[in-house]
């Protein structure tokens, strides 16, 4: 709370400022009107602009420079995962989702498994689905597979748009930056002051990290995009209470359009899609919810059952998605044998 409280103190008095020089402008023009005197408005605009610039160009350069150093964080292994999604060869299987990926998933035994390349460019669900598909969109081709993995939350309550980490992967890997919509650029710029402040935190996480001769995020992430940092480690997962969803509209107005969108685009291109879902602790999870959130989506290109991927809080690392290292080959092992019961059809290259 205390971060979102800060960025929107700093734009409020930002737009305070803007809205006292504006009023006083227009003062001004009024009681000089009759003498054509604009010598005084003018000015005022000209600093206005100015300010504006300046406050502009500052926050810019600080998200890049954090960024920069937030390269060696868990948002900058977005580099490997993006060269191995240009090089890994065709017919490819790209997986895309949070970061119930990341944590996760064995992308080596699912490509040993399926005999096709595998790349898992899971992040964080809270960069927005659009971001997600647009990121991989003209790597995909022929014969290709699109895996969807998404939290369960991704589909309740997340823009798909994105809110802060769109400001942050955008200040980390700006060779996207050609790719965010109209929608995603104002995002960015009303979350850059919270941006900043996680890009701020992460850089001492890495700071510290590289002082004490320990490995960053970036170096604990292999070529195929898994994350092994928390190999060995103990469930420091603490139970969460149950959110009351029988009241509230299931998925958000954008999500199920856009799937639809995918659903399109992949299928005009001779791409395969498919949806398959992500596990979730059972302290946070509604068996109810999530059969009426796959009721809600394409039957014919969804396999397995949501509910079936509750597992025990014990399974999980440090979120409700995170699973914990020695549950990863558990959860890929199940994925496989959904895609095979649904008759998910790889052509080995």
């Not at 017919?91 to 996760?104: A, D, E, Q, T």
């Amino acid at each position: 709370m205390l971060p979102a409280r800060f960025s929107c103190i700093m734009w409020k008095r930002a737009g305070s400022i803007v809205l006292r020089v504006s009023i006083f402008a227009m003062e001004n023009t009024q009681a000089y009107k009759h003498k054509n005197n604009l010598k005084y408005t003018f000015p005022l605009l000209k600093r206005l602009v100015v300010f504006a610039l300046v406050f502009v160009f500052a926050m810019a350069l600080a998200l890049l420079l954090t960024g920069y150093i937030c390269r060696e964080g868990r948002l900058g292994t977005t580099y490997q995962k993006n060269v191995r999604l240009v090089t890994a060869t065709s017919p490819k299987l790209v997986m895309i989702g949070g970061s119930n990926l990341h944590y996760g998933i064995n992308s080596r035994m699912l490509q040993d498994s399926i005999g096709l390349q595998v790349v898992n460019m899971g992040l964080q669900h809270s960069i927005g689905l659009q971001y997600m598909f647009d990121e991989v969109r003209e790597s995909l081709y022929k014969n290709d597979v699109l895996l969807l993995l998404l939290e369960p939350s991704a589909y309740i309550g997340m823009p798909v748009n994105g809110r802060t980490n769109i400001a942050r992967i955008a200040s980390i890997y700006p060779k996207n930056i050609d790719k965010l919509n109209a929608t995603q650029w104002y995002n960015a710029a009303m979350y850059s002051g919270l941006a900043l402040l996680q890009n701020y935190r992460d850089s001492q996480v890495v700071i510290s990290k590289k002082l004490r001769g320990k490995p960053t995020f970036d170096q604990m992430c292999d070529e195929l995009g898994d994350y092994h940092g928390h190999k060995g480690l103990p469930s420091k997962y603490k139970k969460k209470q149950r959110r009351d969803f029988n009241d509230e509209k299931i998925f958000n107005n954008e999500i199920l359009p856009l799937i639809q969108e995918m659903k399109i685009y992949t299928q005009s291109n001779d791409i395969q899609m498919v949806i398959g879902f992500s596990p979730s602790a059972y302290s946070a999870s509604d068996s109810l919810l999530f059969t009426r959130i796959q009721a809600g989506l394409p039957a014919e290109i969804t396999v397995g059952n949501m509910p079936d991927y509750i597992f025990p809080d014990s399974f999980f690392y440090d979120s409700p998605n995170h699973l914990i290292y020695s549950k990863r080959d558990m959860r890929t092992r199940k994925l496989l044998r959904d895609l095979r019961s649904a008759s998910i059809l790889f052509t080995p290259h």
